[in-house]
């Protein structure tokens, strides 16, 4: 017994290393594994608020840009509007129809990150307006990420450029799906995996999201193809994507909710059993 | 003493919000960051007691780590860094560690940048190869270490340089 005290008391320094060492290394792993809930995020009081402030310095800086943004936004969807060729008839809403089928919410940036592989985002939506986990993020221009972890009043986002994302996809020509995504190297390109040999793949084309995955709507942008490549077994191509976000510079982002989500996944859980 | 452990303090809370708010944002071509919380491991007080200083460093990762949403990468990496210090100091600074006289703004400038070199490049080949965790990117593991390495050694010395001449 006394040995064992003496054996702690002189290894003590190294036994405290090896005890924060495995802290950290456990918190790490855990870290690398997608879909656990974790300690470690800055969706929480004290990051939140630091980012907050520092936020509500920041932003008065690219007002200009924001502002051009918003107008084109707006000059689109207007266009949109005009162009569509059902015209609403107000008399014929019936309300069992005209549930809404997707909830927005905006939210501020209050962190990105595009240097490391894993990236994040912190919003500043939370649990307080009602942001889940799963619910999907998207700019004017296309998808940003998916939410991962939320607090009281902040939320972080798995970010497309994070080598665990892997979002559904398609070809807006032709219905070809595929999964997307991210070999952590250039925060301008992501990877579409996947798509069969059988899809009519032409540099330049669009893609976009595809309505599978129940968290984004369909048919929100992603970018365009710029080069594609047989993958080895030579079944499937695997395409570069340019995205058409700037993932270095997102001021403001809308949160989606899938009203029909939890119907569509436990209706999806009921049929694997 | 008291104004030792102020010192330290103010150092550990400066260097925390400049790395989270400024340094992780530099993203110098695309993704070249510089590390320099760790300049608070480097400048600890040598005669202070080493658990304390595993224990502070540990809490500064974890900090940066929150911060930055990296898991525990910057925890790990800095307790090792604060765990190997005393060789790094008997190895760059020899003599004057052992009569535990060195002060950090009186050294030559040459074992202040061994010093500081050796320590910036172990703790980002942890930080890197934990952050990326994946022994087929080795490569690119070594790119990152390097060019960070390259950016925190330069900003460290001059950091380190600039606030001891202001202090005499």
């Given at each position: 017994?006394?040995?064992i ?14 005890l924060l060492?495995?802290?950290a ?5 855990q870290?690398h594994?997608?879909?656990r809930s974790k ?5 929480n009081f004290?990051t939140g608020?630091?980012y907050?402030?520092?936020n509500?310095?920041?932003q ?9 943004i918003?107008?084109e ?5 207007r266009?949109?509007?005009?162009n ?6 107000s008399?014929?809403?019936d309300?069992?129809y ?7 919410t905006i939210?501020d940036v ?5 240097s ?5 985002l912190?919003?500043n939506?939370?649990?307080n307006?009602?942001i889940?986990?799963?619910f999907?993020v998207?700019?004017s221009?296309?998808i940003?990420g998916?939410i991962d972890?939320?607090?009281k ?19 807006k020509s032709?219905?070809h799906?595929?999964s997307l995504t991210?070999d952590g190297?250039?925060?301008i390109?992501?990877q ?6 059988f ?15 129940s ?7 992603i970018?365009t ?6 993958d080895i077994?030579?079944?499937t191509?695997k395409?570069?994507v ?5 993932m270095t510079n997102?001021?403001?982002?809308y949160?989606i ?10 209706l999806?859980?009921?049929t694997?059993? | 003493?008291n104004?030792?452990a102020?010192?330290?303090i ?5 260097l ?5 708010l400024?340094?992780n944002h ?6 070249i960051?510089?590390y ?9 007080p040598?005669?202070e ?8 460093s ?6 940066v780590d929150?911060?930055?949403?990296s898991g ?8 090792s860094?604060a ?10 600074f020899?003599m004057?560690?052992e009569?535990?006289s060195?002060?950090f ?12 070199s ?10 890197f ?7 087929s990117?080795?490569?690119?593991v070594?790119?990152?270490t390097?060019?960070s390495?390259?950016?925190t ?11 001891s001449?202001?202090?005499k």
């Amino acid at each position: 017994m006394q040995q064992i005290f003496n054996f702690v008391i002189r290894n003590k320094t190294f036994l405290l290393f090896l005890l924060l060492f495995s802290i950290a290394l456990a918190l790490t792993i855990q870290s690398h594994s997608y879909h656990r809930s974790k300690f470690i995020n800055s969706a929480n009081f004290l990051t939140g608020g630091v980012y907050g402030t520092m936020n509500s310095v920041d932003q008065y800086f690219d007002l200009k840009t924001k502002n051009d943004i918003l107008a084109e936004e707006n000059q689109r969807l207007r266009e949109q509007l005009l162009n569509t060729n059902t015209t609403l008839d107000s008399t014929y809403i019936d309300s069992s129809y005209a549930k809404e089928k997707y909830r927005v919410t905006i939210a501020d940036v209050y962190k990105n990150s595009y240097s490391s592989v894993n990236n994040y985002l912190t919003l500043n939506k939370g649990k307080n307006d009602s942001i889940k986990r799963d619910f999907g993020v998207i700019t004017s221009n296309g998808i940003i990420g998916i939410i991962d972890n939320t607090s009281k009043n902040y939320s972080t986002a798995l970010s497309i450029l994070n080598v665990k994302s892997k979002i559904n996809a398609k070809i807006k020509s032709t219905n070809h799906i595929g999964s997307l995504t991210w070999d952590g190297k250039s925060p301008i390109y992501v990877q579409l995996e996947d798509v069969s040999q059988f899809a009519p793949v032409k540099v330049g084309d669009t893609i976009q999201t595809g309505g599978e995955s129940s968290i984004f709507p369909k048919g929100i942008g992603i970018g365009t193809i710029t080069s594609f490549e047989s993958d080895i077994s030579g079944d499937t191509y695997k395409i570069q994507v340019k995205l058409f976000n700037d993932m270095t510079n997102i001021g403001t982002v809308y949160i989606i909710e899938n009203i029909d989500r939890t119907q569509i996944s436990s209706l999806q859980n009921s049929t694997n059993e | 003493m008291n104004s030792v452990a102020g010192i330290n303090i103010v150092r550990f809370i400066l260097l925390l919000l400049v790395q989270v708010l400024i340094c992780n944002h530099i993203d110098f071509l695309g993704y070249i960051n510089p590390y320099i919380y760790i300049i608070f491991i480097f400048l600890f007080p040598i005669r202070e007691e080493r658990l304390a200083l595993l224990v502070v460093s540990f809490m500064l990762g974890m900090l940066v780590d929150l911060f930055s949403d990296s898991g525990g990468v910057h925890a790990a990496a800095a307790v090792s860094l604060a765990y190997i210090r005393p060789v790094l100091l008997k190895s760059s600074f020899g003599m004057l560690y052992e009569h535990q006289s060195i002060k950090f703004s009186t050294t030559d400038i040459g074992s202040l940048i061994t010093y500081i070199s050796l320590g910036t490049v172990i703790h980002h080949s942890i930080l890197f190869s934990l952050e990326i965790f994946n022994i087929s990117s080795i490569l690119l593991v070594l790119e990152k270490t390097l060019f960070s390495s390259i950016f925190t050694i330069i900003l460290s010395v001059l950091i380190i340089i600039l606030f001891s001449r202001n202090r005499k």
